[in-house]
């Protein structure tokens, strides 16, 4: 069973495109917004937290306005905890499927984060939009931003793996990871630039992969230069090990999910 | 029946469920290595050496009282679940009939339901299209085809899964207590469907407590007992057996 096999059989690939259809489908069904929430609700957090943090703490300078310095990493960050919170919950949620008929598992979890990614594309309308506004100038490195996203999902997709077939044993871990989401925000500088934080603990955003992803965004969409080439070689290995390990242990455990789930 | 390679073989199959009660968050890290201390956990054997091969074309019952094993055998066969110790080999494409509309979403409406658990079960989405109609006519529901499900009744929501799971290309069928599904008329329409399976050549494999239609139905039966194979054979002596047991 190889890693690509939910890409590479057409038949699993039209599986994930339904079961991705049918994860956004429901989610907003009976609201009056609908799916308007996915643009609304992290434009709404960067409103508030830009306020909070330019006018009530006064952060440092950080060469453009500050709300499309927060957004610009606010955006990358949510979907990535968005899409390994979907991704831990993925098997559990889709309990009656895996008792019942067997495709390969991993679809589910690959359905989870690709449904993020299209709640991510929607939600960077009001990014772009903001771009204009503050005539923020733009060159070609931001196309960058593609090569970057993929690696951020290759991450996300190793640690969903593990995360998702661990959880089906032990609950604890869709409680714990939220937490751990927690503290590895603060860890990532998202509300604050790099250089405002102690120079003795900036080694921490040299192996946060989160961190050196967010910075990358910035280099080439704010400031439309190259991104950092050995943080950014790093943080692709590093994803592809977790990936390597992550489909592993999944495809390990995987006889076993229907009977614990 | 004939020399034809075996739809189905199966060798000494054994399935060990292990209950997690006792096993702690550290204990499951070594676990996962293969060195966990496999005896302080809770197990039994829901399947044990059970041996059989179901011939290409043939209609197969498999019949045992409750918590005989029945369902966890047709589940190995259907790859939902591993077994512990044995191997089995399966010769053409299965259809599992486990448990129907496993996959339907209450919130899609029975046509888009149609798609997304047809594909689930194995079409690819240009097939479904060339048999949506076929599905339809034979669900009975064509008038609230495109209402979401969750507004069907219980027979409706039935009779929709049930219609997309036959419709889908297979030759070996996996069906666990699914005649019982519908009113009587259904359920006629249902064996029907199964009879023109059966004349068609399809290998039906059938688990089922109902002796009635193994004798009439199947050609051979494996006869469960907590586990354990008690008889495998003609339908009919097989059939009797268990009626004598359960007496």
Known sequence: ?261 | MSSKQPAITARNLSKLFRSQKQKTFKEMLPALIGKGKKGVMDSFWALREVSFEIAKGESFAIIGPNGSGKSTLLKILAGVTQQTQGEFVVNGRIAPLLELGAGFHPDMTGRENIYLNSIILGSTKEETKKIIEDIIDFSEIREFIDQPVKNYSSGMYVRLAFAVAIHTQFDILLADEVLAVGDEKFQKKCLAKMEEFKARGKTIVLVTHNTKTVKEFCQRALYLRYGKEISCGEAEEVAARYLEDMA
């Open chain 1, 1 to 261: 069973m190889s890693i690509l096999t939910a890409f590479t059989l057409k038949q699993n690939r039209q599986l994930l495109w339904e079961l991705t259809l049918r994860e956004i489908r429901q989610r907003y069904k009976q609201s009056v917004l609908g799916y308007f929430w996915v643009i609304l609700s992290p434009a709404l957090q960067m409103v508030v937290m830009s306020f909070v943090f330019s006018f009530v703490f006064k952060l440092a300078d950080v060469g453009v306005p500050y709300s499309i310095f927060l957004f610009s990493g606010l955006l990358p960050w949510t979907l990535f905890s968005t899409s390994l919170q979907a991704a831990t919950g993925s098997l559990v949620s889709n309990a009656g499927l895996i008792r019942k008929i067997y495709f390969p598992r991993e679809i589910l979890v690959l359905s989870n984060i690709l449904a993020k990614n299209i709640d991510f594309f929607l939600s960077t309308t009001v990014f772009i939009a903001m771009m204009f506004i503050f005539r923020i100038p733009v060159t070609f490195h931001v196309f960058w931003v593609i090569p970057i996203l993929l690696i951020q999902n290759l991450l996300t997709y190793g640690i969903g793996l593990m995360l998702s077939a661990f959880n089906l044993f032990y609950r604890d871990i869709q409680y714990l990871i939220n937490l751990i989401l927690l503290l590895w925000m603060y860890l990532t500088p998202i509300m604050y630039s790099v250089s405002i934080f102690p120079e003795k603990y900036r080694w921490i955003f040299r192996f946060n992969p989160m961190a050196i992803f967010v910075n990358a965004y910035r280099e080439v969409v704010l400031s439309g230069g190259w991104p950092n080439f050995t943080s950014l070689g790093l943080a692709l290995f590093l994803s592809l090990v977790l990936l390597g390990v992550g489909f592993k242990i999944f495809k390990k455990l995987e006889g076993q999910f229907a009977d614990v789930v």
